[in-house]
């Protein structure tokens, strides 16, 4: 096996090894659905939108089943917008699958795929922005600081006491600034949190520049632009992309955990925070594993980004 | 006779004046180079060879005295670019291929994009690196990096290279054949070379003068004139003459590490 597919195959396996012992253990163990779901169980909670059509057909008609997709997608946004008619049937069916015992019909809101799409879309978007604004402001701030010596030197200190600081625990107070139910209080949060980690590693990016390569651009008689542009920029991209990985993380943690101090019902972490006290924990672990997912998503973003931005880097030789 | 290329008066270098730490690096240096000169510097290490290099380049001020290129002041000569300079690391920039390399300071003259390409060319082709243009600087040698460098401080035909210990990293055989390289480079392109070194060897072999230096503060000791015949090449090795002059450099050295009286 040549050693590119094992690189491939090798976290392949461990994936699949991790997730069958897990299905077994809690099996075997006959651990309770509320302590840790199946990973099949928390599975079934992401996809279970096509069992609908299929298998629970023999539940519903094929009109109701249609109709309680639908509706399922609006009950997040718009619950007091669903007519009684559609909403009564509706009802009826899940209280008899519900006596039935099959949990295979999501009656209870908001299990399916779509609320959790959603409410994981919502909260991406949080992040994303407040990683874009957080960002752009700590390489604006970063490229100040290079300029001007006496700026760093005065601000770098207060950088570094910032970033060891739980910035998260400010969520609460931003939610009362910003407003509970506004997006930007959990950019805001988000950005305060990527800003610092981002704006020191561009520093150093900025000033680690080998000091015979200024000595070369000063022979040319380079100006300070073109110092700025040809050698600490380019100089800076390996610092910033670490910055970037770091930051990418704290961005869905950031949004995540400001949710959970309060949010509108379509954001992720209100939605983990009210399935778990609703005991649906299976629904609130599919929220879990799709936040983890969008953080990976980040993370690979943010690798191919840097492949992209700088192919000439140590990091990437074969 | 011409007007000199480097003309140095009575420079002194303090560094950390005032402090405990203070370091008198270069004592009264008095040195002349003419056109097409090749001049080495050589001397025991920390004796300020690399300092009196970075003074003709303005790299960094004497404290006292003047430095001329040309009949300009040092600084102006800078801004002038009449200077390629050559370190003992390369300097490549990892972002930049071989060609963009070379094309640095091209950019950073302005110079139009045809002529840019076409010097560029020419240059690695000096050097002997055109299949490598397109390629990273981690992907070549460590001699070959430094040939880059060599293209590189050349491209834009300064008045006056100024070398830094370029080839004290490299091995011995690669060092060799690179020292046959420069003075090839050095009688096509008609420039003038300052190079620093603490290889005898080397500094015989390539110059037309060498200069001995002694350490704190750095002083000029002995300017000996090599005269053997060029061009040379691997034959000039073993040319008696070579050893004789070897021989003195080597003895103008150890007197210089004496302690002054």
């Known amino acids: 096996m040549s050693e590119r597919s094992q690189r491939i195959v090798a976290p392949i396996v461990i994936f699949v090894v991790i997730f069958l012992a897990w299905e077994g253990l809690v099996t075997a163990l006959r651990i309770e659905q509320f302590l840790l779901p199946k990973p099949t169980a928390i599975l079934s909670n992401l996809v279970r939108v096509i069992r609908i059509d299929t298998a629970d057909t023999t539940v519903l008609a094929d009109n109701e089943a249609a109709a309680l997709l639908r509706v399922n997608r609006l009950l997040v946004d718009l619950p007091g917008d669903i007519s009684p008619e559609v909403l009564a049937p509706l009802e009826e069916a899940h209280i008899a699958e519900f006596r039935q015992g099959s949990r295979r019909v999501l009656l209870s809101r908001g299990v399916n795929l779509t609320p959790i799409l959603q409410a994981s879309w919502y909260t991406l978007k949080e992040a994303l922005g407040g990683l874009a604004l957080g960002g752009i402001a700590g390489v604006l701030v970063a490229l100040a600081t290079a300029r001007w010596t006496a700026t760093r030197e005065a601000l770098l200190p207060f950088a570094i006491a910032a970033n060891s600081m739980p910035i998260i625990a400010f969520a609460p107070i931003f939610n009362n600034w910003f407003g509970i139910d506004n997006p930007f209080s959990k950019m805001a949060i988000v950005a305060v949190m990527v800003f610092f980690p981002l704006m020191i590693n561009t520093v150093r990016g900025l000033v680690s520049v080998p000091p015979r390569s200024l000595e070369l651009m000063r022979s040319y008689a380079a100006s300070e632009f073109a110092i700025l542009f040809k050698a600490r920029i380019p100089n800076a991209l390996p610092y910033l992309f670490s910055g970037l990985k770091v930051a990418g993380a704290l961005a869905m943690i950031g949004a995540i955990v400001g949710e959970y101090f309060g949010g509108p019902r379509i954001a992720l972490g209100v939605f983990i925070t009210q399935e778990a006290a609703l005991f649906r924990f299976a629904s609130a672990w599919a929220a879990i594993f799709s936040a983890c997912l969008m953080g990976i998503s980040i993370y690979l973003l943010i690798l191919l980004a840097e492949r992209l931005a700088m192919p000439w880097h140590s990091s990437f030789r074969e | ?261």
């Not at chain 2, 000169?37 to 300020?48: A, K, T, Y």
């Not at chain 2, 055989?173 to 480079?185: A, G, H, K, P, S």
């Not at chain 2, 003038?192 to 015989?204: K, R």
């Open chain 2, 1 to 261: 006779m011409t007007e000199p290329v480097v003309l140095l008066d009575s420079v002194d270098k303090t560094f950390g004046d005032g402090t405990a730490n203070q370091v008198h690096a270069l004592k009264n240096i008095n040195l002349s180079i003419g056109r097409n000169e090749f001049v080495s510097l050589i001397g025991p290490s920390g004796c300020g060879k690399s300092t009196l290099l970075r003074v003709i380049g303005d790299l960094i001020s004497p404290s006292a005295g003047t430095a001329q290129i040309n009949g300009k002041n040092a600084r102006q000569a800078r801004l002038d670019r009449e200077y390629g300079m050559v370190f003992q690391a390369a300097t490549l920039y990892d972002w930049r291929t071989v060609a963009k390399n070379v094309q640095l300071p091209l950019e950073l003259m302005k110079y139009p994009k045809e002529k840019k390409e076409q010097r560029t060319r020419e240059m690695l082709e000096l050097v002997e690196l055109s299949d490598f243009a397109g390629h990273f600087p981690w992907q070549l040698s460590g001699g070959m990096q430094q040939r880059v460098a060599i293209a590189r401080a050349l491209a834009f035909e300064p008045s006056i290279l100024l070398m830094d210990e370029p080839f004290g990293a490299l091995d011995e055989m690669t060092r060799e054949r690179l020292n046959l390289e420069l003075l090839d480079i050095w009688r096509k392109t008609n420039t003038t070379v300052v190079f620093v070194t603490h290889s005898i060897t080397e500094a015989v072999f390539l110059s037309t003068r060498v200069i001995v230096m002694s350490a704190r503060p750095g002083r000029i000791t002995q300017d000996i004139p090599i005269d053997l015949p060029q061009p040379r090449g691997v034959e000039t090795r073993e040319n008696v003459r070579f050893f004789e002059l070897e021989t003195q450099v080597r003895e103008a050295l150890r007197e210089s590490e004496r302690p002054t009286p």
